[in-house]
């Protein structure tokens, strides 16, 4: 080796960028945020103007605040970190701006598409699909900007931040492509390749493990890296952050369902769910443990430093977020919750309180070093902090309050629980209006903190020259021995990996074998779980040695991250797409939509009807009292995508068809205050307005079909005669009703998909094992 | 030995440090650890008992048995009504009160706070209930069996397992409040006649 020692300066423009976007969209997507709160309130905020209707807004809120917020400040957090814990210099200036001008782009044109009707109906994956596309290229130049780095890197072994970013980068690829896998009808329509539950099952499947690898992984990484720096402590346990960081990775996956208690989705699935969320409390809170006792010793520095102040707050929302999910993945406690505000204060505490504070602390600690200049106001930072975190508090004890009463209201029986207490759903939205209302003021509050920070940044970067960190490093010190030194063998065939793997197989067989088979995995895992600890007891160096090996491989790391977070989605979604067919769908069949009712279903997507209104009874008695027979799996097996709902603002809509009369549905949509007085519902004039747009409906029904639809050969005049038919009859049925709505008219085709909801045909029992 | 202050004696760091960031390796904490064992210990558990024994009841098949609780506890419980019963509760102040609530609570969005519907407000979806031509039977228990079982084709919703029969003879009392015991009244001979009584 020579001492001949050179200068690397990192790209640290990148981070500045990625920092300054994170901060600007933050506060975009928390102003949508604070007004979409308004309108429930407040429905004349609508104002009955397509774009700027709650249901057209919210994907845009959600949208915003994880992929602009939260992936901006992913991004910096990670250039940022990574390139100091590897001592390389980002491999491309190129692919670096490409990401960032990519994932700009795409953001604007989620606000140039979202608030106009064009989504997927997909919740946090609603973008359409050429955004799509973008969105999967671009995730692709930060792997490769990611791993060349790695490849590239003069530090031998990888940091514990860095396991979490590689299972950030290679799970959310998985998890987008397959949840985004669908069949364009034009460019800017497409309909999922799954219907019904198995949509249902993939959807969750991504939304649960968006949380968890998008809003989780990435932060905790980045909590690895900022905290030990902001507190100058060691980091606690090394051997916490393995075993939380393999077993975090490993159930999160498994845990989706939960979503899903209650409904039609099979019970086997369900009972997979609500158990590995239950698994899953541990692991999430070696990851606050480990951030939290880090900070043992630095306890004083908490009264004078804003950033500290914001990750120790940040660390125990985490840990607070991550024991509420489990006791909400308990099916009698979701039976209660779910479906109402505490799902939504749920997620508030993780996003504003984990997300949002680790967002800002990390902002206030990098904002002094990237532009060598200190924070402009250090007291404005701490006010931001109390601001914010009053502003947190109140958000999230108004959702539980409205949540739990809201619940306990739709939930109360009386008579000897013969009938519906609160039988008008109406009044137990009443009841929580007082609660709706202080949630605008806590997330008013928190608007006004992040604009703090805003005031801040921009304070402090004005006029400072922005300078790039450096780092001195041997000339020709080498980058490293990548893989040489394991080898196939050394990488999986080992203790460790092959403990993990029996024991998975075991209790694959001993959940899904039949009789004898169960009994010998069931006793194969216990052995393997025996030996395994007898092993690590006895051998537990070697152990670690060759933990300590894989760390200085990055390929034979990632890819047995890869498999750990494949299996979880492997069992539990094979079976589903292969057995829950039409063919074999408990009791009922779902009838395919008439043209006419594909394109009312269609506006119904569009309008984000799917965002207030679920369509699954539950198998639970007051769902059943309230809205008719549970709902069965065959009942939405053709729903591409599938509508079963996560949200009740108002009642569920699975057996409206026939309830009432057309005539109520059109003065509904035109003004819901006229005849469900206290309605909370927007508007949806323009629906009487506009003429139904059927130029690509032929396309629709062949794609349709091309997914699985039982369809007839139709020609494009037998679809259009099918269409004019049936719009002519329920106009007809207006007139006499004294309402005058031409045929042609959206509010019709909606009608028509309404009013055929829940009338499935009843089929004769085919069992078919519930168990795959 | 003398203990020392500096608690890095007791706390083995790990040699290597990245960007200056050292770690401790510290023992997991064993209520942590006996979480996480718990937990795996309870997943045994409970797929044991409803997936693998089937002990536990599955989700459809715990609401069908607690719904057939509910009917056989609202056959036992029916209220004996008849026609004249109905006139005497709507002759009732306390009857007529209740009724009145419920009805507002549920039935004026279509036949409005009048009762008067369509009499009233020709774009109004129900019909009047305060005169005296009926679509479906104008006897109380034509009335009765109408709101319980609901007119589905004309848009009148089925009461009968939301409001429970005590509340619908409440509301059925009150519309008859507006009515007179023997008054004629004409009965829409097109329409279909009351469902037949369950």
Redesign the interface.
């Known amino acids: 080796m020579s001492d001949r020692k050179i200068t690397i300066e990192f790209n640290d423009k990148i981070v500045r960028q990625f920092l300054l976007a994170s901060v600007i969209w933050g506060a975009i997507g928390m102003l949508v945020g604070v007004l979409i709160a308004a309108q429930l309130n407040f429905w004349q905020l609508n104002f009955a103007t397509p774009w700027l209707t709650w249901s057209r807004l919210r994907p845009l809120h959600t949208n915003a605040v994880i992929f602009a917020l939260v992936g901006n400040m992913m991004f910096a957090g990670i250039y940022y970190s990574t390139q100091r814990l590897v001592k390389a210099r980002l491999a491309s200036d190129f692919l670096s701006q490409l990401h960032f001008w990519g994932w700009q782009a795409i953001i604007v044109s989620a606000v140039c598409t979202l608030p106009f009707g064009l989504t997927r109906g997909k919740e946090y994956a609603e973008l359409i699909w050429p955004i799509n596309i973008a969105v999967v290229v671009i995730w692709v130049v930060f792997a490769v900007n990611f791993f060349w780095t790695l490849g590239k890197r003069r530090e031998p072994s990888l940091y514990v931040a860095i396991w979490f970013y590689i299972s950030t980068i290679i799970t959310i690829a998985m998890l987008y492509i397959v949840n985004h896998l669908s069949i364009p009808t034009s460019w800017s329509h497409s309909y999922p390749v799954f219907g019904g539950v198995q949509d249902a099952l993939v959807q969750w499947w991504y939304g649960h493990n968006a949380v968890a690898f998008f809003l989780t992984t990435p932060i905790l990484g980045i909590m690895y890296y900022f905290v030990p720096k902001a507190a100058e402590r060691p980091v606690y346990s090394y051997r916490l952050s393995v075993v939380h960081f393999w077993s975090l990775v490993f159930l999160y996956i498994w845990a989706g369902p939960h979503h899903l208690l209650n409904t039609a989705l099979p019970g086997w699935l369900q009972t997979l769910g609500m158990t590995f969320s239950l698994m899953l409390w541990a692991p999430s809170w070696g990851g606050m443990l480990n951030g939290l006792l880090t900070l043992r010793g630095a306890w004083h520095k908490l009264r004078t430093d804003p950033v500290l102040k914001f990750f120790a707050a940040g660390v125990t929302f985490y840990g607070m977020a991550t024991f509420e999910g489990p006791l909400l993945a308990i099916k009698s406690v979701n039976a209660l919750g779910h479906y109402t505000d505490w799902v939504i204060g749920h997620v508030h505490a993780g996003t504003l309180g984990w997300n949002g504070f680790m967002a800002a602390g990390m902002t206030y600690w990098l904002l002094p070093r990237l532009w060598n200049k200190p924070l402009y106001s250090t007291s404005l930072a701490n006010l931001h902090f109390w601001i914010g975190g009053v502003g947190i508090l109140l958000y999230v004890a108004a959702m539980w309050t409205s949540g739990i009463t809201q619940g306990l209201m739709l939930n109360a029986t009386t008579e000897n629980g013969t009938i519906l207490a609160y039988p008008n759903f109406l009044e137990t939205l009443n009841t929580i209006r007082p609660l709706m209302l202080m949630r605008l003021i806590g997330g008013g509050l928190y608007l006004t903190g992040w604009l703090m920070l805003a005031y801040n940044f921009w304070q402090t970067v004005r006029g400072a020259a922005p300078v790039n960190g450096t780092i001195e490093v041997f000339d020709d010190e080498p980058a490293h021995e990548e893989a040489a030194a394991m080898g196939l063998f050394g990488s999986f065939i080992n203790p460790p990996v092959l403990f993990s793997i029996f024991g998975t197989g075991f209790a694959f067989v001993w959940m899904f074998g039949a009789d004898l088979l169960s009994i010998a995995g069931l006793v194969g895992l216990m052995v393997c779980g025996v030996l395994a600890y007898a092993h690590f007891e006895s051998r537990g160096k070697k152990w670690g040695d060759w933990y300590d090996r894989l760390l200085g491989n990055s390929l034979p790391f990632t890819i047995l991250t890869f498999l750990a977070v494949v299996a979880g989605g492997l069992i539990q979604i094979i079976p589903t797409v292969v057995a829950h067919n039409a063919a074999s769908t408990e009791d009922r069949k779902q009838t395919p939509y008439t043209p006419l009712e594909l394109q009312g279903r269609d506006i119904y997507v569009r309008d984000g009807c799917y965002l207030c209104h679920s369509q699954m009874i539950r198998t639970l008695v007051p769902d059943v009292l309230r809205y008719g027979d549970y709902s069965r799996l065959g009942e939405s097996i053709y729903d591409h995508p599938y509508q079963w709902g996560s949200k009740r603002n108002g009642p569920d809509l699975a057996r409206v068809g026939g309830k009432y009369p057309n005539v109520w549905h059109l003065r509904h949509m035109e003004d819901p205050r006229s005849i469900s007085v206290g309605s909370n519902m927007p508007t949806f004039p323009w629906l009487l307005a506009n003429t139904l747009d059927n130029s690509t409906l032929v396309k629709k029904i062949s794609v349709q079909r091309m997914l699985g639809v039982p369809y007839p050969n139709w020609t494009p005049e037998q679809i259009t005669t099918r269409v004019e038919a049936q719009a002519k009859t329920i106009a007809a049925d207006l007139k006499t009703a004294g309402a005058y709505i031409a045929p042609d008219k959206e509010i019709i085709a909606l009608i028509a998909y309404l009013q055929q909801l829940g009338h499935a045909v009843v089929v004769p029992i085919t069992k078919t094992a519930s168990n795959p | 030995m003398t203990p020392t202050p500096n608690s890095t004696t007791e706390d083995p760091?790990?040699p290597?440090t990245?960007?200056?960031?050292?770690?401790?390796?510290?023992?997991?904490?064993n209520w942590?650890?006996m979480?996480?064992y718990v937990?795996?210990v309870?997943?045994?558990g409970?797929?044991s008992y409803?997936?693998?024994f089937r002990v536990g009841l599955?989700?459809?098949q715990?609401?069908e048995q607690?719904?057939a609780q509910?009917e056989a506890?609202?056959l036992a419980?029916a209220p004996a009504l008849d026609d004249a019963s109905l006139w005497k509760m709507s002759r009732n102040p306390v009857f007529v009160e209740a009724g009145k609530a419920t009805v507002n609570?549920?039935c004026?969005?279509?036949h409005l706070a009048s009762l008067r519907g369509k009499g009233e407000n020709?774009?109004a979806?129900g019909p009047d209930l305060t005169d005296t031509k009926w679509i479906h039977g104008g006897n109380p228990m034509d009335l009765y069996r109408t709101v319980t079982q609901g007119v589905?084709v004309?848009?009148m919703?089925?009461w009968g397992?939301?409001?429970?029969p005590?509340?619908i003879a409440e509301a059925v009392a009150y519309v008859l409040s507006k009515h007179t015991e023997g008054e004629p009244i004409e009965v829409d001979p097109s329409a279909a006649p009351p469902p037949p009584a369950k």
């Open positions: 760091i790990r290597h990245f960007d200056g960031i050292q770690e401790y390796d510290k023992r997991l904490p942590w650890l979480t996480l937990s795996i309870f997943w045994v409970y797929w409803y997936e693998w599955s989700g459809p715990r609401v607690a719904l509910i506890m609202k419980s609570a549920n004026v969005a279509c020709p774009t979806i589905l004309k848009g919703p089925t397992p939301v409001l429970g005590k509340k």
